[in-house]
């Protein structure tokens, strides 16, 4: 007899950073009442600001691998300068932030005096939020790659704990951009939040996002956060996705209040009474 | 000389800050490095005058000489090669270009062909002449760093270029900004704002270039990014108070010194402090 | 007929994958005798490219089909050129061992 209880995995998402995605993402933690919750946004990780969770766990990720040339061997052939094709070698040594991790000048090098080796990118993080709900996250170390591969593990163990702990939702805060991190964020997904605001940036990079995720084949409805801000470009992107065939689920109003709550470190719901509130209420209640 | 503006923060005004410089400062060239989304040209709506496109090298497998012994998938580090019974796929959005499977198989049956994964575009606009450079990723293409190389090879030398970089601070965000001359920081009066910023700060520090905050959206009920900036020596070069009309004129493409005029005296009041610094850089022995 | 399931586990009595990529094992079944065996999916600490190194491995086990819950374009296009047989739509809460009597019985 199989399970009645619906399972739904929520990925938001952006394509231009600033729309209100992670403020959003924090809202409808709260209005979960039985989630698993994972900020994929691993290049700038905000969500934990508004969640403010309790680490149990903080697990080092090792992304690509780097080279690092062994001052000793080195007989300096110069024959690593002149294959590596990314400028990431000067003077017989290695730029750790434009070597890519190919591999080449390792594989070519007479002298063998070239290591090659995964490095630690960033770390992740096991946490608890309010309830007890699980929330992951991680950071990348400056300068790392957008890393997808993060991404899927982050997911890996958010899932994991949406099956073993028998939750209602999966939310993932995903990361803005089109690039490959996304497409990490969005496996196995239900639904795909994407919010945007009313200014003609937003509405160029709502297209480009779009036109990624229709390869997905994944249900798509769009948020338009402050949308008063330009009610002319609102009623562009109503009629765009219109043509589309994606629904607008909402439309919330430009609020102060929402600000002032951000700053004081508190999220949307904290001020139920607010527009903005009400209106993201009725968002999650249509999901 | 090369300013770039970048943000740890998507959505903070990094782009109307880089062009209301670029538009203050006298024969500047506005240089967008967004390139998964550019939006400058949203909001100087420059005459393009040239195009042109922008390559990678990708292998091509010669199959009169291919045995199918793998070699070339055992070595790919990006796992874009992969060899099936009889035939060889190269997925070319995960290739790096590196040229490592071409030069080890032992069958010499691959050889390398350009892909198109984007283009620059180069043209003026006709309010305060400036020259405008931008380069567009293809969707689903991952080589933005590739691609942003390729743009920033555009500067032109004796002139004031103000690169407008990817938002984050992953590999793209290091790529636009490594040995620029000076970085701007945005960021904005909320906690995300001040998250961001800290990671921003640890790149910058990281690549040794000097840089300065502007906070856009600033308001006063978020005292912990002014402490911050003070308490750290950062130096705060401008702050631009929030105006709800601003957001208007920005949602239907109207730069900053566009909507507030008076501003323009600050932004030129800002780049001469920069060159000072710059200048002062280049006197100090040894670099 | 060999068959590749996504597995969370070694055994029919494990729960199955609904990645492909990224899934932990490979669950192979050969329909006529009935022959079970597993392996461990070696693409799925990949940093990138996981989809199409998982279709690789999969070829070479010689498997003619593949079922999952999705596949993402990139393997999508690797099992085809390597001649072997998609079916999606697996769900979580099902049992390796569900899985195949649900094909099987072409309730998939």
């Known amino acids: 007899m199989e399970n009645e209880r619906t399972k739904r995995q929520l990925v938001i998402l952006s394509g231009k950073g600033g729309t209100g995605k992670t403020t959003l993402a924090a809202a409808f933690s709260r209005l979960a009442e039985n989630g698993v919750i994972t900020d994929c946004d691993v290049d700038a990780a905000d969500l934990f600001i508004l969640l403010k969770p309790e680490t149990k766990e903080e697990i080092p990720f090792f992304g690509g691998k780097k080279a690092s040339i062994n001052k000793v061997a080195c007989t300096r052939c110069g024959l690593c300068m002149q294959i590596c094709r990314f400028d990431a070698i000067k003077d017989y040594l290695v730029d750790d932030i434009l070597c890519e991790g190919c591999g080449f000048c390792f594989r070519v090098c007479p002298d063998e005096a070239i290591e090659f080796n995964k490095v630690i990118s960033g770390n992740y993080y096991d946490c608890r939020i309010a309830n007890d709900a699980e929330f992951l996250y991680a950071k990348l170390l400056p300068g790392e790659g957008n890393s997808g591969k993060l991404v899927a593990e982050l997911k890996k163990k958010a899932s994991g704990y949406f099956e073993r702990n028998k939750r209602d939702w999966f939310i993932v805060d995903g990361p803005p951009g089109i690039g490959c991190p996304v497409n990490a964020s969005l496996s196995g997904a239900d639904v795909v939040v994407l919010i945007t605001e009313p200014t003609l940036s937003g509405l160029h990079d709502l297209k480009r996002i779009i036109k990624l995720i229709q390869s997905f084949k994944i249900q798509v409805a769009v948020v338009i956060n402050k949308f008063d801000l330009n009610e002319e470009i609102t009623e562009s992107i109503e009629t765009f996705l219109g043509i589309e065939g994606i629904p607008v689920k909402g439309k919330i109003p430009f609020d102060e209040r929402v600000l002032f709550a951000l700053q004081q470190g508190k999220d949307i719901m904290d001020v139920p009474e607010s527009n903005a509130a009400k209106e993201i209420r009725t968002i999650w209640n249509s999901l | 000389m090369i300013i770039s503006v970048a943000s740890g923060k998507g959505g903070t005004g990094k782009t109307t800050i880089a062009v209301s410089l670029a538009l203050s400062v006298q024969h500047s060239v506005y240089i967008d490095c967004d390139v998964e989304e550019p939006n400058g040209h949203i909001l100087l709506e420059p005459v393009i005058s040239t195009q042109q496109y922008v390559t990678k090298r990708l292998p091509k497998i010669d199959f009169d000489r291919c045995t199918f012994c793998s070699k070339c998938s055992e070595l790919c580090e990006f796992n874009a090669i992969i060899v099936l019974k009889s035939d060889v796929m190269v997925f070319e959005d995960m290739c790096h270009g590196c040229g490592v499977c071409s030069y080890f198989c032992p069958e010499h049956a691959i050889i390398e062909v350009e892909k198109n994964i984007g283009e620059i575009r180069k043209g003026s606009t006709k309010s305060e002449p400036i020259d405008f450079i931008d380069g567009t990723l293809n969707i689903g293409e991952m080589s933005a760093t590739q691609l942003i190389r390729q743009v920033r090879k555009e500067a032109l030398p004796d002139r004031t270029n103000i690169l407008d970089a990817p938002p984050g601070t992953s590999c793209s965000m290091v790529a636009a900004v490594k040995d620029t001359d000076y970085c701007i920081l945005v960021t904005e009066s909320t906690p995300f704002g001040l998250n961001d910023l800290r990671l921003a700060i640890q790149v910058v520090r990281l690549l040794g270039v000097p840089f300065g905050v502007i906070i856009n959206k600033y308001d006063d009920h978020f005292p912990a990014l002014d402490y911050h900036c003070s308490s750290e020596g950062i130096p705060v070069l401008l702050k631009i108070p929030f105006d709800r009309k601003v957001a208007e004129y920005y949602s239907r493409g109207i730069p900053l010194v566009h909507a507030m005029p008076q501003l323009k005296e600050s932004f030129r009041r800002l780049f001469e402090q920069i060159q000072l610094v710059v200048q002062r850089k280049e006197m100090i022995p040894g670099r | ?108």
Request: hydrophobic share 40%.
């Open chain 3, 1 to 108: 007929m060999k068959i590749a399931i996504t597995s969370t586990g070694l055994s029919l009595d494990s729960f199955v994958s609904e990645k492909f990529g990224r899934c932990s094992y490979f669950v192979l079944f050969e329909t006529q005798t009935k022959a079970m065996n597993s392996i461990v999916n070696s693409a799925e600490t990949l940093e990138h490219g996981a989809g199409p190194k998982a279709a690789q491995l999969i070829i070479q086990q010689n498997v003619d089909l593949v079922l999952t819950g999705a596949v993402g374009g990139n393997a999508e296009e690797a099992l085809k050129t390597g001649g072997v047989k998609i079916v999606t739509g697996l769900k979580s809460n099902m049992k390796v061992s569900e899985a195949i009597d649900l094909y099987l019985n072409s309730k998939l």
